[in-house]
């Protein structure tokens, strides 16, 4: 790490895009793939493919990884080391907040438990690594593109509402490959989620120049955030909209160098989006994978921009972003609506 990083390592701040498999250490994860090694294919290197360190042809490639990854949590002590490793890392670089994406689908299926069982495991291995770490975590579930199907989203929603007490779930995603055709019930989910749940709802949308991806995910999905969206720089109509209703992209600087999503830095829509004045916020997305943290991209947006003043006001609108703030005004949106509905229900027994 330089000085410069160092500089930003000091500098507090919140990460609303990681991945928990790409954010435990390499370390971590080579320990941990130990006893399944022998299921990993042939040709897997432990040692050498668990990172990405130079720009890849495509997101294709850069999801090697998760060709070992994928096997990961087999036991719920499994997923423990996972979050603590994770959140250890990120404290490190003096994260103070932090909303982790896992799919509860891959640890339902691995482990062999009900779906319920496995967002119970997520949100008590991120509560227990929380305090334990000291830094406030919250957990984002993350739906992939491929695989989708009506039964597993009506599975889904069924285990929210079982664990939707917890204030530790926050929101959702969808993720995986933008070509992959997606279901009329994912839209339904995400109204869902928002309007029923109380959740935030954040799209992988226009990260390799599908911009009709980021319209879908805000006018079908009710997205609140977008994840990268750099197709929003080639449409001034669609970067006014988001400006309009707020809407927050998170911006991966380094992973967007390393998939190729940006030939050039240099060329980084991240400018446009300063010039037009559309939301955004600076993220790690896989920090393990892509050998490098949130002050890493701090450094990245530096040297694009030159622009200081955004650096410093990035914690705060970190923490604007955030989920947790859904959550918490949804639920005293509810509580509020619910008090309503129960005095006029006294009135009309009155009356």
């Known amino acids: 790490m330089n000085t ?23 370390s971590t994860a080579i320990q941990l793939l130990g006893p399944v090694a022998a299921q990993l294919p042939e040709w897997f290197n432990l040692d ?11 997101l294709q490639e850069y999801f090697k990884p998760w060709y070992a990854l994928k096997k990961l949590p087999y036991s719920k002590e499994c997923l423990y080391s996972m979050v603590e490793s994770a959140l250890i890392s990120l404290a490190d670089d003096n994260v103070h907040y932090v909303e982790l994406r ?52 009506k599975k889904l929603s069924k285990a929210i509402q079982y664990v939707n007490f917890s204030s530790t779930l926050v929101g959702v995603d969808l993720s995986g490959n933008e070509d992959s055709p997606v279901i009329p019930d994912v839209e339904k ?49 669609l970067m006014n909209e988001i400006v309009e209703r707020k809407i927050c992209l998170e911006i991966c600087l380094c992973s967007n160098y390393l998939t190729r999503s940006i030939q050039k830095m240099k060329d980084h829509p991240i400018v ?65 609506h619910n008090k309503a509905n129960s005095a006029d229900a006294k009135s009309s027994a009155a009356d």
Not at 48 to 58: E, K, R, T
Not at 202 to 208: F, K, R
């Open 272 to 336: 446009e989006f300063i010039k037009q004045g559309v939301p955004f916020v600076l993220c790690s997305d896989n920090p393990s994978i892509n050998n490098n943290n949130l002050s890493d991209n701090y450094t990245m947006f530096r040297s694009i921009t030159g622009n200081d003043d955004c650096i410093d006001k990035m914690y705060e609108n970190q923490n604007s972003y955030s989920f947790k703030n859904i959550k918490l005004i949804s639920k005293l949106n509810r509580k509020t």
């Open 48 to 58: 050498n493919d668990l990172q990405i360190n130079a720009p890849v042809n495509g």
């Open 102 to 153: 896992n799919s509860p689908f891959n640890i339902s299926e691995i482990n062999q438990i009900p779906l319920e069982k496995s967002l119970e495991w997520l949100i008590e291995a991120i509560e227990t690594a929380s305090v334990k770490v000291g830094i406030d975590a919250k957990l984002i579930l993350s739906l992939s593109r491929y695989g989708l199907s009506e039964e597993k989203i």
């Open 189 to 237: 989910f995400f109204k869902k989620a928002k309007e029923e749940f109380g959740l935030g709802i954040t799209v992988h949308a226009g990260e390799t120049g599908k911009i009709q991806n980021i319209w879908w995910a805000i006018n079908e999905c009710g997205a609140d955030r977008i994840a990268h969206g750099l197709a929003a720089a080639e449409s001034m109509t």
């Open 4 to 26: 410069e990083n160092n500089v930003f390592c000091h500098l507090p701040k919140a990460d609303l895009h990681v991945h928990l498999n790409g954010a435990i250490t390499t």
